[in-house]
């Protein structure tokens, strides 16, 4: 198995730390200058080879719009994919489109109390999810990959990644960096970042 994980480039949101999650946030120019520069390095990774990849992003528009901006670097139709449900971000209910600086003051302590146990952790909200049960749905996903594959997804995803494929422990996983502007390889059983990068991440 051979997957190649993109996390969409940067928002607005993104900038500003407020969780995205499920909701529908368009890139920014500079996102959209990170998914140029990831089909650049997709294009040096794969080769020749990419003809033989399945393509497959979650539907949310920022996802899309990165996969398209890749495919085009690739010299593929940018249309010419697929999406999958199970690859969405994982939902953060009543949270979403609020910054956990503005949560806090509004909710004293619940932050804290994601902090001791982000995975687990559930926000406020009937579609609210963890990690947990996104690693889940993203578990059902990779069991059903059976060539090698393109996947532009959430930061969310990548650590869920992380966590199965990787073996991190829960908490360990949550905090991963999930950075913008570089790929992740999963190959005979390993997962890692093609390039070194600095700590760091986006709130996701």
Same mark, same amino acid.
């Given at each position: 198995?051979?997957?190649?994980?993109?996390?969409?480039?940067?928002?607005?949101?993104?900038?500003?730390?407020?969780?995205?999650?499920?909701?529908?946030?368009p890139?920014?120019?500079?996102?959209?200058?990170?998914?140029?520069?990831?089909?650049?390095?997709?294009?040096r990774?794969?080769?020749?080879?990419?003809?033989?990849?399945?393509?497959?992003?979650?539907?949310?528009?920022?996802?899309?719009?990165?996969?398209?901006?890749?495919r085009?670097?690739?010299? /593929?139709? &940018?249309?010419?994919y697929?999406?999958?449900? #199970?690859?969405? $971000?994982?939902?953060? *209910?009543?949270? +979403?489109?609020?910054?956990?600086?503005?949560?806090?003051?509004?909710?004293?302590?619940?932050?804290?109390?994601?902090?001791?146990?982000?995975?687990?952790?559930?926000?406020?909200?009937?579609?609210?999810?963890?990690?947990?049960?996104?690693?889940?749905?993203?578990?059902?996903?990779?069991?059903?990959?059976?060539?090698?594959?393109?996947?532009?997804?959430?930061?969310?995803?990548l650590?869920?990644?992380?966590?199965?494929?990787?073996?991190?422990?829960?908490?360990?996983?949550? /905090?991963? &960096?999930?950075?913008?502007?570089?790929?992740? #390889?999963?190959? $005979?059983?390993?997962? *890692?970042?093609? +390039?070194?990068?600095?700590?760091?991440g986006?709130?996701?």
């Open positions: 198995m051979l997957i190649y994980a993109i996390r969409h480039g940067q928002t607005d949101w993104n900038v500003e730390g407020r969780l995205q999650g499920a909701r529908d946030v890139l920014n120019a500079h996102g959209q200058r990170q998914a140029r520069d990831n089909g650049r390095l997709l294009a990774l794969a080769g020749a080879s990419i003809d033989d990849f399945d393509f497959v992003a979650s539907p949310l528009g920022r996802t899309r719009h990165t996969m398209e901006i890749i085009g670097e690739l010299g /593929l139709d &940018p249309h010419d697929r999406t999958d449900q #199970r690859l969405i $971000e994982v939902c953060f *209910g009543d949270w +979403e489109g609020r910054t956990l600086a503005e949560i806090d003051a509004d909710t004293p302590g619940l932050v804290a109390a994601r902090d001791r146990d982000k995975w687990f952790y559930r926000p406020p909200g009937a579609s609210a999810e963890n990690y947990e049960m996104l690693s889940k749905r993203v578990a059902g996903w990779l069991e059903t990959v059976q060539t090698p594959t393109v996947c532009v997804c959430h930061g969310g995803v650590r869920a990644l992380f966590r199965i494929v990787g073996g991190h422990e829960p908490n360990d996983a949550a /905090l991963l &960096p999930a950075h913008q502007d570089s790929i992740v #390889r999963i190959a $005979e059983g390993r997962i *890692g970042w093609v +390039e070194d990068k600095p700590p760091g986006d709130v996701s």
